[in-house]
């Protein structure tokens, strides 16, 4: 019997990934340096599935019909080089290897210019939606050889997610790293979403000095409206949730956070490519802050925090919560959306903005009813520059941004930190500012630099120099942008 499809790495999202690929009726040959794991997933969640396993890649080559397909869920970096270097010599021309894994898009582009020059078709595909999105349906974003996009999509389609207009969260991303570059994109913005939804939280805490029974049943009413998605979701499961002592586990779980890279990585996309992503930045930042426990318990006792106000209409707070945490998703999305357009068009990606929101509506951790909105957007202008920039989203705007300046307001006043909040507020603020001090800060470049200006009372890219102590010459410096 030759099977459909090899999968390497049967870690907890390849052990699901696997089962959702058997269930929807192909054939899964399992693979890992352990027969000891391979035995225990086929004599238990994979018993009776069309499945079977091996610790020999050669012995897994073997098995597969043609052209065959191997999926790789293994850790990023150069565990993925190993793996791939081990199956080459076995594979022929036109066979495909896919990474599913979380690699860097700088990776998947180099992997598919290296084997594709062997003949063997390389594709990167994100995957999001956790261990029970890899069961039941996660979302798939797949780039890099698209000559293989017609061998694995009746594959990659079935396991995907669905949404309820029979819309499938999967579809081909783009060329080389494009579908890694947007599974990068994906994550930064889940970690955006998930510090704005925490600074809420210690509002809603601190400020508002709500029970977490009461927080629940605000997240709970925020999740049936225009914040409807599954961070907002989860969120209201975890206020509520109790031990068996009947007290809430959130109080005792402490307030450190980790992070896997990923959130570090689009940061550092972004300053490559000149994309101001702040907000994204901040969350990132607030997860290196929080880790510094210790230190902030000590600083703590010497800065005490103002003397809190109490908050005259509570309703009106939370209304304007809701509405702040919306307008903040709305321009960190903005934030995510334009650094994939600037790299599309450096890298000359074929990127399909709406396409990647109706990949996004279902299976992934950032699943929220407004990519709805944000798939209208491009539907109708494919070359939108910023989602800020569409009808809707400027009638959005124009209704949740008061909420956004007295939410931020209200907290500096009250020493709660937000700085994705904040961040947002300012992202805005300078975006739909016509005129910003950076001309002051050109003219102190070229002051002690002679690094020029630009006016504006002449042509853009004319640049100028001025000897401004009478003390320098006329010679400038280059012009340029990193």
Known sequence: MKYDIGLIGI?????????????K???????SRSQETIDAFLNGRAQGKKMTGTTDVK?????????????????????????????VPLLEQGDIIIDGGNSLYHD?????????????????????????GALLGPSIMPGGAKEAWPAVKPIL????????????????VGEEGAGHFVKMVHN??????????????????????????????????WNKGQLDSYLIEITAQILA????????????????????????????????????????????????????????????????????????????????????????????????????????????????????????????????VFLDDIKAAFGKNPNLSNLLMDDFFIKTMERVIPSLRRVVAKSVMAGIPVPTL????????????????????????????????ERIDQPRGSFFHTNWTGRGGNTSSTTYNV
């Not at 507020?425 to 910003?436: A, I, Q």
């Open 59 to 87: 012995e897994l080559v073997s098995m597969l019909e043609k052209p065959r397909k191997i999926m790789l869920m293994i850790k990023a970096g150069n565990p993925v080089d190993l793996v791939i270097d081990s199956l």
């Open 422 to 453: 904040s961040a947002a507020l300012s992202y805005f603020d300078g975006y739909t500012t016509d005129r910003l001090p950076a001309n002051l800060l050109q003219a102190q470049r070229d002051f002690f630099g002679a690094h020029t200006y």
């Open 241 to 368: 949730y109790k031990e068996d002592s009947g007290k809430h586990l959130i109080d005792f779980i402490l307030d450190t956070a980790g992070q896997k890279g990923t959130g570090k990585w689009t940061v550092n996309a972004a300053l490559d490519h000149g994309t101001p992503l702040t907000l994204i930045a901040e969350s990132v930042f607030s997860r290196f802050l929080s880790s510094q426990k210790d230190e902030r318990v000590k600083a703590a006792k010497h800065y005490p925090k103002p003397a809190m106000v109490k908050e005259a209409n509570p309703k009106a707070m939370i209304d304007d919560l809701e509405n702040a945490l919306f307008a903040a998703k709305i321009i960190s999305y903005s934030q995510g959306y334009a650094l994939m357009k600037q790299a599309a068009e450096e890298y000359k990606w074929s990127l399909n903005f709406g396409g990647i929101a109706l990949m996004w509506r279902g299976g992934c951790i950032i699943r929220s």
């Open 188 to 221: 930064g913005i889940e970690y955006g979403d998930i510090q704005l939804i925490s600074e809420t939280y210690h509002i809603l805490k601190s400020y508002l000095q709500l029970s977490n029974d009461d927080m629940a049943s605000t997240f709970e009413t």
């Open 25 to 31: 009726g192909f054939s899964v040959v399992v693979s």
């Open 108 to 132: 998947t582009t180099r992997r598919v210019q290296a084997l594709k020059e062997k003949g063997i078709h390389f594709i990167g595909a994100g995957v999001s939606g956790g261990e029970e």
């Open 11 to 23: 870690a907890v999202m390849g052990e699901n990934l696997a089962l959702n690929i058997a269930s």
């Open 157 to 172: 389609q079935s396991i995907a997610a669905k949404v309820d207009d029979g819309g499938i969260c999967c579809d081909w």
